[in-house]
């Protein structure tokens, strides 16, 4: 009788554990699939990507205004759309600049960095929400102005986003498209690790060009890994 329960036991705990096994390798290939499809979105937007849409002028005659989008005020996967920005004056008329978005959010540029097959849309603007869906400019200038720009991301360390970028090296080159659909080639100077608060290279003398500054947290979250690259 004592021999029959425990094996019944045994067999129920053996039921358990392949069910959690299987769980978890469920849970993986989702993980996968998922980051996978993530990373070709982005690479995607990246290679179709030439600048902001265009421009509309309201003053040409017999023209019809132009719809006005709504922003997507909610980010979802696997969204690519467009989005009105501030209508600016000119001596011909309101002129719109239509600016891109992905996952809802306003691109500025795009990024690639083929030492470590980096291909992601750089966000206008730093949100807790901005950085879970790409990169995005925290502070400076703007991308391919002259000063330098702070653009951080996330080290989820599976492959996306800033995961790998501590296997870069000095002389490894960042190309940078902005929203005008220029692009720039950068070479990578400079690289350490700082405390998570510090901010003491943010200003700095670039002598007349662009640079941009990449920041994400170290494996273990206890610090940040910075980079420094200028124009070529």
Known sequence: MFESKYNKLLTVILVLVVIGIIGLIGFLVFQFVSNNN???EAETFVNNYEGDIGLTDDSDEGSEAPETPTENTTPTNNTIGDLEVSPSSSSSGTVRTKKQTYNGFIVNGTMEI??????YPVLDKVSKSSIENSVAILYGAGLNQVGNTVIIGHNY???????NLKKVSNGDKIYIT?????????TIYHH???TPDDTSFYQRD???KAEVTLSTCTD??????IVFAKED
Do not use: W
């Open 38 to 40: 993530n990373t070709q």
């Open 114 to 119: 083929p030492k470590i097959n980096f291909k």
């Open 157 to 163: 360390r599976n492959g996306q986003f800033f995961s």
């Open 178 to 186: 902005d929203y005008e659909g220029k692009k720039k080639t950068y």
């Open 192 to 194: 350490f690790i700082t």
């Open 206 to 208: 670039t002598n007349g």
């Open 220 to 225: 273990d979250s206890s610090g940040r890994f």
